[in-house]
């Protein structure tokens, strides 16, 4: 009995240090891609001049949400214009999270940093949907893809990455709930040297 015991009690201690552990990594952009990486497990990898892309490996919770923020909030930089989280990887969330998620965006705006968030699987956005989450945002916070939310930062802040330009009309998409989501498209040089011809 007592092994039992022992085995349900050790069980429970692994479910509550999982819940209260925070992974963050930074992403950089693969070259000639739209994939997104670890730096330190792919050193190819480029960071984006004045975006910080983060992933966010767990469930994000009341037990974790302290760390999270805290560790969010120390990789901003002085040169930081807009955060981008990738949250592929995010388990599970709770609504004290979601809460909090509001909170940060909000506190983040009064610093003149942009919190984006991408790459929500279906689950969790039913779970923001239900929520009331995008009654509380704007549509510029949330993007299906990273690389969307990437190319967004980018055309708000295009001093900051010149080797890179951003078609300014969004594609839309539509999903079955009726979100819509911004598609943004980049540019490849022939394409910018063509237009640039065409308005002279």
């Known amino acids: 009995m007592f092994g039992i ?3 349900v009690g050790l069980a429970l201690l692994i479910i509550i240090f999982n819940s209260a552990t925070c992974k963050i990594v930074t992403l950089g952009r693969l070259p000639g891609s739209t994939v997104y990486r670890n730096i330190k497990r792919f050193p190819m990898a480029k960071e984006m001049p004045g975006i910080k892309i983060l992933r966010f490996d767990g469930s994000l919770n009341f037990a974790n949400w302290e760390k999270f923020v805290s560790k969010v909030q120390a990789l901003a930089t002085k040169d930081t214009h807009t955060m981008a989280l990738d949250a592929s990887a995010i388990h599970t969330i709770d609504s004290s999270s979601l809460k909090g998620l509001i909170q940060l965006i909000q506190s983040f705006e ?3 940093i942009k919190l984006l968030f ?9 779970l923001l949907e239900r929520s009331g989450f995008y009654d509380h945002v704007t549509d510029d916070t949330i993007f299906l893809t990273l690389h969307d939310a990437v190319l967004y930062a980018i055309s708000r802040h295009p001093e900051y990455n010149t080797d890179v330009h951003v078609d300014m009309e969004p594609s839309t998409l539509v999903e079955s709930d009726g979100h819509v989501w911004h598609g943004y498209h980049e540019e490849n040089p022939k394409e910018v040297e063509l237009k640039e011809k065409t308005d002279m």
């Open 5 to 7: 015991y022992s085995g």
């Open 110 to 112: 009064k610093n003149g």
């Open 118 to 126: 991408a790459n929500w699987r279906s689950p969790k956005r039913d």
